[in-house]
């Protein structure tokens, strides 16, 4: 198994997914067709494992903002630094 930073090669295991190697593409549909609680998680681990630039080859910061409350306590490490820019977003207006 290779892991990948060609996030926009269908068929590439992207890097955050080093403990549950699925291609772009499966984890694409994964986010938009698992259960409610699988995409939380999905969305969570991509927010704590991914460089915050790749996040948005796979969700919008709307769709992050819809759901925020129920990812925040799932973010771990990197809780503060997504709190932060969310906030900052807010405050400017950026998130409808």
Not at 40 to 69: G, H
Not at 84 to 96: C, D, T, V
């Amino acid at each position: 198994m290779m892991l990948s930073t060609e996030l926009n090669n269908p068929a590439a295991i992207p890097y955050f997914l080093w403990d549950e190697p699925m291609t772009v593409a499966e984890f694409k549909q994964r986010l938009k067709t698992a259960s409610l609680p699988e995409q939380r998680r999905l969305l969570a681990k991509l927010l704590r494992e991914a460089r915050d630039t790749d996040v948005w080859l796979f969700t919008t910061p709307q769709e992050v903002w819809r759901r925020w409350n129920e990812l925040l306590p799932m973010l771990g490490r990197r809780r503060a630094f997504w709190e932060s820019l969310f906030q900052r977003w807010q405050k400017a207006g950026l998130l409808g």
